[in-house]
């Protein structure tokens, strides 16, 4: 079973970046996510990436990160990666990263059910 740990997260102000890495032990999954959960509210996708050859990578973007964030794996390093820029104060959340097996890019979405989850990092932005 895969173990996932989750680092980066901090607290900043907003307009700045920050990046986020998971490592996967023993090895990352086809299907790697970042999701995030501010208090009170529901968790939601973030972020996908999948890879069959560790060479083409598939990505997708919920709506209110595209174009600020941008998802990204090392397959040596067994880590994947959120680059996270012009934080807003509503991208504060706990950021978790999600592990999924089997299936091809159709199925690396935020709707599949994923086998691991990390314990997560606090990311928080102020004006």
């Known amino acids: 079973q895969v173990q996932l740990v989750e680092s980066g997260g901090g607290s900043v102000q907003a307009g700045v970046s920050l990046r986020l890495s998971c490592v996967a032990s023993p090895y990352s999954r086809t299907c790697m996510a970042w999701f995030r959960q501010a208090p009170g509210k529901e968790r939601e996708g973030v972020a996908t990436?999948?890879?069959?050859?560790?060479?083409?990578?598939?990505?997708r973007y919920a709506d209110s990160v595209k174009g600020r964030f941008t998802i990204s794996r090392d397959n040596a390093k067994n880590t994947v990666y959120l680059q996270m820029n012009s934080l807003k104060p509503e991208d504060a959340a706990m950021y978790y990263c999600?592990?999924?097996?089997?299936?091809?890019?159709?199925?690396?979405?935020?709707?599949?059910?994923?086998?691991?989850w990390g314990q997560g990092t606090q990311v928080t932005v102020s004006l």
């Open positions: 990436i999948y890879t069959s050859d560790g060479r083409t990578f598939y990505t």
């Open positions: 999600a592990a999924g097996v089997g299936g091809g890019y159709a199925t690396c979405s935020f709707q599949r059910e994923f086998e691991a």
